[in-house]
């Protein structure tokens, strides 16, 4: 079913037109839409067929996997936002005034097999709190961070030149607008399927899960770098 949410959401971007359009146009019920769309129950078949034709789209487009991705984009390197794509965006307040973030270890697995492929992979993050993030970075063997108040596309920029690759080569999940000049520069955009607005509108893939909640992976098998 992820495969089908992702694909329909590229689909709706294409065509320029939102879920509860779709739904009148398809005579579909908008809540079944976007059921579809997170990929929480599926549509019937006389549904799909409506859907098809609207979208003058085979069935195919709709549930096949682009294996080709890996093949047609040279990634080189995946930069990852950490709040809202890394983590679900809450934050914990100790008493003590320390602070708590929740990661998921799909993600941590998934980042760790692109390291094994040879892929770089760097935390860019707005955040004040580089300790913890560096901790998460260090688990995972990640060796590119950065945390702070700068301009992330420069941050990156830097990176891409310390390792002989261009933006085009990068990879890039951001889920909010101080993420939005990477999103425009990097070869693979690709943002949580809670991401704002204006980001969604922005990137080429919008993922099926939200941040927090393995979006990292879902990235990672969908171009191609990991399995199941």
Known sequence: MEVFARNLHQLLKKEGITPEQLAAQADIKPADIQAALNAEAPLRPSELLRLSHRLQSGLSALFTHKETLHNDFDCKMLALD??????DGGMVVHSDKTESKRFNTKDGMAIKQLLKQGIEVGFISSGK??????????????????VGSGEKLEVLTRWCKEMGISLSQVAFIGDDINDREVLKQVGLSACPADA???????CSHILTRNGGDACVRELVEYMGFLKG
């Open 82 to 87: 950490i709040d809202g794509v890394m983590t």
């Open 129 to 146: 709190n580089h300790d913890l993030v560096q901790y998460r970075a260090d688990m995972l063997g990640v060796k590119r961070v950065w």
């Open 196 to 202: 704002v607005p204006v980001i969604r509108d922005l």
